[in-house]
């Protein structure tokens, strides 16, 4: 059982990413996730959304997922 495990079933990344990060959209995600790979997938496409958001924004075209 690694850390990762311990504070993903205590909700500690949901917690984080609505407290520290502001993103309850990501904070809900989280809290869902069952497993390493899963809360990987989830903060990896909030990333991707958040990144294409920021681009598309500045002007530049996002690069294909």
Do not use: N, Y
């Amino acid at each position: 059982d690694s850390s990762v495990d311990h504070h993903m079933r205590r909700g500690d990344f949901a917690k984080w990413a609505s407290e520290v990060l502001g993103d309850r959209k990501l904070a809900a995600e989280l809290g869902r996730c069952e497993s390493r790979v899963e809360l990987q997938r989830t903060a990896d496409r909030r990333r991707k959304a958040l990144w294409g958001s920021l681009r598309s924004a500045i002007g530049e075209v996002p690069p294909s997922a």
